[in-house]
């Protein structure tokens, strides 16, 4: 009755000698099968990703171009906005062909003053003249003595002399760079010198040279005047990116940019950004943000309309309260920025806009989606295209435009923002009086030392016996140091006078008040009001002297094991 069952035979590949294959065969199917399935979500992740706006990261990881790593804390860590010239790679021969003691020609005789030189017999009866700053041997016996008493400095462009205070000073004025200088930058200073005649009436002797920017009478470089430079850098600048560079020290033309006519108003394409929640956020937000609208108006070729008011964040200002009525050319470099891209001022925009518009039916555009992408309006024809931002925030930000799609469209400019030279002057005001020769020690105190619990060791580590005993072996005995921090008691640090000259920001404060020239010049922008040196302007020039340090010491890299940013924090923001 079981003669039609069939029962199963044993498969060959079920025989005991083929196991070991069939297993390597199943294992490589499945690795195989693993292996499609990880190239189909990587596909799919690849396609589908967007990256997030990096403001929204913590500080530490901020795209390294946004926020400096090195800065100053009178305020948090993630304050100071590095700016185009801080990524300028300029080719080293625009520094290399700088102006040698030897490239000027010798006086004939030789002095014990600071500097001694001669001029012709036809000097003999004018014993009590006014020195002749014109004179060509007064002018080499000023630049020999410039590059002979500066020694931290390299000369790249001396101007012709012009007549001083009275008949025995003249003025003089110079491009230079320090020798370990580190920013792509040249810098200008003018200094007055005390000239007097020596005893057989016929050498002149420099028995002094004023302070930074002493030779006021030398600071305007006149058209046309040709001063002293090396042969090989005469037509040479543009082709090794020297023109490029800022130079720090020289007269700030900002002033704004005004429509010549009304033909020229009206032929031309505009864009403005209106509304949005970026005011009075931190500095590194409002740039990221004025980048994104700039790079949009080069990308449609149109003129950015901005708006120069600004509001000072609370992070910075020392109400502690959202500041506005801010000038835009308090913190950055707007003649610059005007002669590197086109901008016009809102206020201007807006009164030749109301005069002209109707006349000459100037057509509006009005953008208000953030969907609409710069691409999807390169064929508008209207005048003035208006990008219209609401109140809900974070959606409201400008620097939205700039994200998806556009990301890899829209290039931000950031090689047309660089920072104020009226700042970076004071900058060069601070290290030029301790002539470019001193060491930096950034030491972080305030809330954080009060803090043992995020930071245990800090209070003690900062310490000033701490200090000296850190520092011995880092900075020499007798070094000029320029201490950065945020502790507001400085004669904290008066047990290091023993080892060490120190200089703190506020040593420096004639460079800010009421008789400086930034004070001056920013009173004129400020339609003659004072101008407040804040907290911004403080941390910023402090950073900027510190980096200029030739050694430059860090608390949380050299002075204590606490980490930046709390306890367990020091591999996340490594």
């Excluded at 002018?139 to 101007?159: N, Q, V």
């Excluded at 470099?333 to 109707?358: I, M, P």
């Excluded at 930071?455 to 070094?479: C, F, H, M």
Aim: hydrophobic residues 35%; negative net charge.
């Amino acid at each position: 009755m079981f003669s039609n069952i069939r029962t199963p035979s044993r498969s060959a590949s079920f025989r005991p000698e083929n196991l070991g294959q069939n297993a390597l065969a199943m294992i490589g199917n499945l690795c195989f099968t693993l292996f499609v399935l990880a190239v189909l979500i990587f596909t799919i992740i690849a396609a589908t990703y967007q990256p997030e706006d990096p403001l929204f990261h913590p500080s530490a990881k901020i795209t390294s171009f946004l926020v400096s790593k090195s800065n100053a804390t009178f305020m948090s860590d993630s304050t100071i906005t590095k700016t185009g010239e801080d990524f300028m790679t300029s080719n080293q021969t625009a520094f290399q062909d700088f102006i040698n003691v030897t490239d000027v020609s010798e006086p004939t005789a030789v002095g014990v003053a600071i500097g001694v030189g001669a001029v012709n017999s036809e000097c003999e009866n004018e014993d009590g003249a006014d020195i002749d700053c014109s004179n060509t041997d007064v002018f080499h016996l000023m630049m020999r003595t410039a590059i002979e008493h500066f020694k931290d400095i390299h000369f790249y462009r001396f101007g012709k002399p012009v007549k001083g205070s009275n008949a025995s000073t003249c003025d003089m004025a110079w491009r230079f760079r320090p020798k370990e200088g580190k920013a792509a930058a040249f810098y200008k200073d003018y200094r007055r010198f005390v000239i007097t005649r020596t005893d057989n009436k016929c050498n002149f002797t420099v028995v002094a040279i004023g302070d930074y920017h002493s030779g006021g009478n030398a600071r305007k470089r006149k058209k046309n005047q040709k001063g002293f430079e090396k042969k090989t850098l005469v037509g040479k600048e543009e082709g090794n990116g020297a023109s490029s560079l800022p130079v720090v020290g020289e007269v700030v033309n900002d002033t704004l940019p005004v429509v010549e006519s009304e033909d020229s108003f009206s032929s031309g394409k505009y864009l403005v950004y209106n509304g949005g929640g970026d005011r009075c956020k931190g500095m590194d937000h409002f740039l990221w943000s004025f980048l994104c609208a700039l790079g949009e108006a080069q990308y449609l070729n149109r003129t950015l309309v901005m708006d120069l008011s600004m509001c000072l964040s609370s992070v910075y200002s020392t109400s502690n309260q959202d500041e506005e009525g801010k000038d835009f050319r308090f913190y950055f470099d707007f003649e610059h920025l005007k002669e590197s891209a086109s901008v016009l001022d809102q206020t201007q925009f807006w009164s030749d806009w109301g005069k002209w518009q109707k006349q000459d039916a100037l057509g509006l555009y009005l953008v208000e989606d953030l969907k609409i992408t710069p691409m999807k309006l390169a064929d508008v024809k209207d005048a003035l295209i208006m990008r219209k931002f609401g109140s809900v925030e974070p959606d409201n930000y400008w620097y939205r435009v700039c994200e998806g799609e556009t990301e890899s469209v829209i290039q931000r400019p950031w090689h047309m923002i660089w920072k104020s030279r009226r700042l970076m002057d004071i900058v060069s005001g601070i290290t030029s009086r301790m002539n470019w020769d001193f060491d930096s020690v950034h030491v972080v105190r305030g809330e954080k030392a009060k803090n043992t619990q995020l930071w245990p060791n800090l209070a003690v580590d900062t310490s000033p016996e701490s200090l000296i005993s850190s520092l011995q072996y880092k900075i020499e005995d007798g070094r000029n140091i320029y201490i950065a921090t945020d502790e507001p008691d400085t004669s904290f640090f008066d047990p290091l006078k023993d080892k060490y000259t120190t200089h703190f920001l506020d040593d420096y404060r004639d460079l800010w008040d009421e008789k400086s020239d930034w004070y001056a010049e920013t009173m004129k922008l400020n339609k003659g009001n004072p101008v407040e040196f804040d907290g911004y302007m403080r941390v910023s020039v402090d950073t900027e002297v510190l980096l200029r340090g030739k050694k430059q010491v860090e608390t949380f890299n050299d002075l204590t094991s606490d980490c930046r940013d709390g306890i367990n924090t020091c591999r996340a923001t490594s």
